[in-house]
């Protein structure tokens, strides 16, 4: 019998041909994991560096792979689409995957720290995860995804939402 299929949300963002790396990569994880479900689209401003704008958005999936497989296979997907990791946390990325959640899990997992907390800081992750889940509870504060923006002030953060179809051509 195999392993339970965990829900896991992921932050994905792009400044470098934007529109395709984002549907590059979503393909991709529709191609590993299957059914990909979406937030809405947003244009936000770059963080931390003079830079081009980001396309961001949140994808929940399922998987079995415990999140240190997940996360060195989502690395791979982004160094498939030129993504170089270097030493600096500012700077303009052809494609970046995060894994802001894994379940229920929280703490350090397998290097990371789970839930990403980037979810109470960034209004470009904060607000598509609201989008496609508001009831769904942070798994450390316990308060809906929508509680949490609703008590947020991210005015000072330049967000957008933006027209995007994924597939370009139809349903996946």
């Not at 081009?52 to 929940?60: D, E, H, K, Q, S």
């Not at 498939?80 to 894994?99: C, F, M, N, P, Q």
């Not at 899990?105 to 960034?122: F, N, Q, S």
Request: glycine fraction near 10%; aromatic fraction near 8%; hydrophobic fraction near 40%.
């Amino acid at each position: 019998m195999g392993a339970t299929a965990t829900p896991v949300f992921l932050s994905l963002g792009s400044n470098i041909d934007r529109e395709h790396n984002i549907r590059s990569g979503l393909d991709r994880l529709a191609d590993q994991f299957g059914q990909v479900q979406l937030s809405p689209v947003y244009e936000s401003v770059a963080v931390g560096f003079d830079g081009a704008p980001f396309l961001n958005l949140v994808a929940r999936i399922e998987t079995a792979l415990p999140p240190g497989v997940l996360a060195d296979l989502l690395h791979d997907i982004e160094a498939e689409h030129g993504r170089v990791r270097g030493d600096k946390k500012y700077a303009s990325r052809t494609l970046d995957i995060d894994i802001l959640t894994y379940g229920e899990l929280t703490g350090e997992v397998d290097g990371m720290v789970l839930p990403r907390d980037e979810i109470l800081k960034h209004a470009f992750v904060l607000q598509p995860l609201a989008d496609l889940v508001p009831q769904e509870r942070h798994p450390v504060l316990g308060e809906t995804y929508r509680e949490l923006l609703s008590r947020t002030d991210f005015s000072a953060q330049g967000l957008w939402q933006v027209p995007f179809r994924w597939p370009a051509g139809g349903d996946r």
